[in-house]
């Protein structure tokens, strides 16, 4: 890491303008920070400033890596400094981005790529956020700039390690630098293999002891690594239907942010129409001028492999990605992955390079970092709010994750009676036998998402269902409904 500061310090000239473009964005990731988090990071800071649950089998050390830090800085708003840290960690994956395309790319063109890859939404949205996906990337590239630099085998497998500690899905990266380790250098195969593997065992070695020194709901030691795959509902492995249609809407949206929020979104701030129109001039002009490309003449072996083993660990994520229902959030490394391939690989014309990344800035800044952070894009907070202050109540809603999240985060310790809509309505029916009646987000229209496109839309002809209260959120109107049973309404109004 110290001959990475001095190289920055030794070319200074030649590294000027993507420092320039890594500073700006490491600004806008510090200066604004989503207020729309996910149920996950509500629960991740929640984890941590309680000290429980800190070493989930998906993501080991996440938790309990943030833990020491707010203990360390006696820090009391948990959720905010995760959120502080992930920035901090974004502009680090983007030094090892600059670093590693230095040899390949000159000053100006990485300031254009460090732009496109600081500002594509998958990135920038969990640089602002408290989930889990930015620090393990951090770690990954560190291991590929260990790798293309030359340094220790046994460094580039331990760094490579701690990224699939910090989340299992690194697992496909640490595969890829294995292929070049093992690869580039034919005479030291079995010494590198060794040494790699020696760094490696820091995954083994973590997992064993946190299994053998916490207590779990998991038999053995594999169970445990599986665990999300076994006991979570919601996780699991197979090519469905809607996979075919959410993995290339999580892949666009990886790039440009897309959502149903835009409508309501320019319907209240027209002027926010004219990024539109820039930012697609823009991508137009690219499109027609990125066919004069060419490969690269002074191409040696070894560089030849590096670039390769990206594109297999863009393509192994992607395919992970998919038979994961299409999760966007596993592709938050696939723009970085594939750059580490093209850009090594193959000459491009600059006036492509530059109308991408300012394209990409432009949509995903107007679109995606101002109103995350400005505007509550969704009814889930006000939601949430409205729980807050009618605790006594029954509810069945629509993200009953995002809501229970929200609650223990904000409100720890108190008890909230919390359901999730289903498909079918056995639930609502035992519900409405114990009780008179519940409370529901049902007639609330959301915006079109991904999310949406997997949510229960049961049939509720069979029940009475009364607005109860409307409350304004940025973009919409979250309407609260009272559901009661209509034979109920029927023998009362008799």
């Given at each position: ?36 988090p ?37 820090i ?113 195969r ?63 949206r ?41 490969r ?6 070894f ?36 750059f ?87 639930e ?17 229209s ?14 509720v ?34």
């Amino acid at each position: 890491m110290k001959s990475f500061g001095i190289s920055l310090i030794k070319k200074e000239y030649g590294f000027i303008h993507p420092l320039y473009a890594i500073f700006l964005m490491g600004i806008l990731y510090i200066l604004f920070p989503s207020i729309n988090p996910s149920g996950d990071s509500y629960m991740f800071a929640h984890q941590i400033r309680s000290g429980k649950d800190l070493f989930l089998p998906h993501h080991l050390i996440y938790n309990a890596f943030y833990y020491l830090l707010t203990k360390l800085f006696s820090i009391s708003h948990t959720l905010k400094f995760i959120s502080l840290m992930n920035g901090f960690f974004a502009v680090g994956c983007l030094l090892f981005s600059n670093a590693i395309l230095s040899k390949y790319t000159s000053s100006l063109t990485r300031t254009f790529l460090l732009l496109f890859l600081g500002s594509c939404f998958g990135f920038m949205r969990y640089a602002t956020t408290g989930e889990t996906y930015i620090v393990p990337l951090f770690f990954s590239l560190w291991a590929s700039w260990c790798a293309i630099s030359k340094k220790s085998v046994f460094l580039t497998g331990l760094i490579a390690g701690i990224a699939c500690l910090f989340h299992q899905i690194h697992i496909f990266w640490w595969v890829g630098l294995f292929i070049f380790i093992t690869t580039a250098y034919p005479e030291k195969r079995t010494k590198n293999f060794i040494e790699y593997a020696l760094g490696s065992c820091i995954i083994p070695l973590v997992y064993f002891a946190v299994f053998y020194l916490t207590d779990y709901d998991s038999s053995n030691i594999l169970e445990y690594i599986t665990h999300d795959y076994i006991h979570n509902e919601g996780v699991e492995f197979s090519f469905k239907r809607k996979s075919l249609l959410l993995t290339p809407v999580s892949f666009i949206r990886t790039f440009y942010q897309i959502h149903g929020y835009f409508f309501p979104l320019i319907q209240k701030y027209w002027i926010l129409s004219l990024p539109i129109i820039l930012s697609s001039i823009l991508g137009i002009l690219g499109l027609i001028q990125i066919k004069r490309t060419r490969r690269r003449r002074n191409y040696n072996l070894f560089d030849s492999r590096f670039a390769h083993c990206h594109l297999l660990i863009f393509f192994l994520q992607l395919i992970f990605a998919a038979i994961s229902d299409g999760n966007a959030e596993f592709m938050v490394m696939l723009p970085f992955a594939l750059f580490l391939f093209v850009f090594i690989r193959y000459q491009f014309r600059q006036l492509p390079i530059y109308a991408f990344a300012l394209s990409v800035f432009i949509w995903n800044v107007s679109f995606g970092l101002i109103p995350y952070h400005f505007l509550e894009v969704t009814p889930d907070p006000a939601l949430a709010r409205y729980i807050r202050n009618h605790p006594e109540e029954i509810y069945y809603i629509k993200d009953r994750q995002a809501a229970r999240e929200n609650l223990a985060y904000h409100c720890p310790g108190q008890t909230f009676q919390l359901y999730r809509i289903m498909k079918d309505n056995k639930e609502l029916d035992t519900l409405l036998q114990q009780h008179n009646s519940v409370l529901s987000d049902i007639l609330t229209s959301r915006s079109l998402s991904r999310a949406s496109l997997t949510k229960a839309t049961p049939a509720v002809s069979g029940y009475s269902i009364e607005p109860e209260d409307s409350i304004r959120y940025d973009l919409g109107v979250l309407i609260v409904s009272r559901i009661k049973n209509k034979q109920e309404e029927f023998i009362r109004s008799e």
